[in-house]
């Protein structure tokens, strides 16, 4: 969940108060953004908590969180005439997770009544560290199976088209899940031979 600061503070020194702005949404790891004040020019940037402050103008900088914590950063302008401008606080956030997917992979060729049929799900992105439950569904109807890997006996069906569904889950966070489907097409039986 991505926190939105939006926060003003002014330090007075000599002469006026100098004002600096900072992004008011969060910077995600790795990511640039510019801070600007109002003053002459920018003698000195300081952050806190580690990643580059680099003048880019005389009153701009770029601040880059490549390797900073997640978090909240405070940079510090000093303007010309050893004038304090106010603390620009930056949230720093955590790199999103790569979307959950999987994949259902249903087997090639002609698929008659009667064959067991085996489907795999595979999903990219699961975190090897936590338990992955597995549910599947043909056309709305459930199939027993809580694996990655689940067989489906077509005993009984008429030969048409349905559909395969998966669903994946690691938890109970957005991201922490996926869901995924297939096309299965069952073929009428073959004539008995002569």
Request: charged share 10%; with cysteine.
């Amino acid at each position: 969940m991505l926190l939105e600061l939006s926060l003003s503070l002014t330090m007075s020194g000599l002469g006026s108060p100098q004002v600096c702005t900072g992004p008011t949404n969060p910077v995600i790891q790795g990511h640039t953004t510019i801070i600007t004040c109002t003053c002459s020019a920018v003698t000195e940037w300081k952050s806190d908590h580690g990643g580059q402050v680099e003048g880019i103008g005389a009153v701009t900088a770029r601040f880059d969180s490549t390797n900073v914590s997640p978090g909240l950063v405070t940079i510090t302008p000093k303007c010309s005439g050893n004038v304090h401008a106010n603390p620009v606080l930056i949230v720093v956030a955590s790199v999103p997770a790569a979307p959950f997917v999987c994949v259902v992979t249903v087997p090639s060729g002609t698929i008659h009544p009667g064959d067991i049929v085996t489907v795999t799900s595979t999903p990219a992105s699961i975190d090897p560290n936590k338990h992955a439950v597995f549910t599947w569904a043909l056309d709305g109807h459930k199939i027993s199976g809580s694996s990655s890997v689940v067989s489906i006996n077509t005993t009984g069906f008429i030969p048409g088209s349905y559909m395969v569904t998966g669903h994946v889950s690691q938890g109970p966070n957005p991201g922490d899940s996926a869901d995924c489907k297939a096309p299965l097409t069952i073929s009428p039986a073959p004539p008995p031979p002569p």
